[in-house]
């Protein structure tokens, strides 16, 4: 179970990293200050929940419980409209994009709410 959410965790983190230096290296000089911080924004919270897959796949090869499952589509979720929806904000100025990015954010709440149930219900030696 832990396997594939470390490999997307993996996969995600990977693809943060390419964003990032996108944003940084090809996209620095294009876009105005305010869509370069939001791009660099989807970036940041790709990467944080990108690392919250990665210790998903680790806790959930440690504890099984279905929550780990749970909590990692919500991350993953939550990385593609979340950080989706900030990317293409800042590439396309398109404003109400914006509106999107909320249900994002819910996402990962909820995964952070599975992780916490998940770990406080967990027991020793499973």
Excluded: K
């Amino acid at each position: 179970m832990g396997n594939r959410w470390l490999a997307i965790g993996a996969i995600f983190a990977g693809l943060g990293v390419a964003a990032g230096a996108f944003g940084t290296h090809a996209l620095g000089d294009r876009l105005p200050p305010d869509l370069l911080e939001v791009f660099q924004t989807g970036t940041h919270y790709h990467l944080i929940h990108a690392l919250a897959l990665v210790a998903v796949g680790l806790a959930a090869d440690l504890r099984p419980d279905r929550l780990w499952d749970v909590a990692g589509w919500l991350f993953s979720l939550g990385i593609l409209i979340f950080g989706g929806s900030l990317y293409a904000l800042a590439l396309s100025g398109v404003r109400w994009l914006g509106a999107i990015t909320p249900v994002g954010g819910v996402c990962f709440l909820a995964g952070w709410a599975a992780v916490a149930v998940a770990a406080l219900r967990s027991r020793p030696g499973i």
